[in-house]
């Protein structure tokens, strides 16, 4: 089941599980980021405002901030499997989304075995503003500690991340002031 939810104080929406917890009401979360987590799991739904990247190919943009968020996990290996688009067929300013699904290697905590992660990314250029909006689902395949998903689980989420990505509107432009 899904909620509509409120982000960056309602000047962006989108619909999400209705079970996911408020990182922020656990911990610290940037005032660039709303960080959402699935109760029992190491699940974790990201929507971070970024300084828009200057590249020739939308494509090529994703890919960057994929590659930019492997180098923060310090992933011993990352791959893209695959970059779509999903039009904005609702009628108002929000941009198209480019979505990626891919991999990464992470070594967590002071495990010797890295992780395996997938990565769901949907990123949002508003041109305008020089802004790129990202929404990032990271997806534990593999785990050292247990916390992986099952098949079930991971169904689940790509169907919750597929959601979020396809309602995501922005409201008020204002925010990326």
Do not use: W
């Not at 990201?46 to 943009?61: C, G, K, N, T, Y």
């Not at 041109?127 to 990271?138: F, I, P, R």
Request: with cysteine; charged share 20%.
């Amino acid at each position: 089941m899904s909620v509509r939810r409120d982000l960056f104080g309602g000047a962006v929406v989108a619909d999400t599980p209705n079970n996911l917890i408020d990182a922020s009401d656990l911990r610290q979360v940037p005032d660039t980021q709303e960080v959402f987590v699935y109760p029992n799991s190491s699940v974790s739904i990201i929507f971070e405002i970024l300084q828009r990247v200057q590249v020739s190919q939308s494509d090529d943009a994703i890919r960057f901030h994929f590659n930019s968020l492997a180098h923060d996990n310090s992933a011993s290996s990352a791959k893209v499997e695959s970059v779509s688009v999903i039009p904005n067929d609702r009628g108002d300013d929000t941009p198209l989304a480019i979505v990626l699904r891919g991999e990464q290697s992470v070594q967590k905590f002071n495990y010797s075995t890295p992780d395996t992660v997938m990565i769901l990314m949907a990123l949002f250029r508003i041109e305008s503003k020089s802004v790129d909006l990202v929404a990032t689902c990271n997806v534990p395949l593999q785990a050292v500690d247990g916390g992986a998903v099952s098949n079930r689980e991971l169904e689940n989420v790509q169907r919750d991340f597929d959601t979020v990505v396809r309602t995501l509107r922005v409201v008020d432009f204002g925010l990326f002031a």
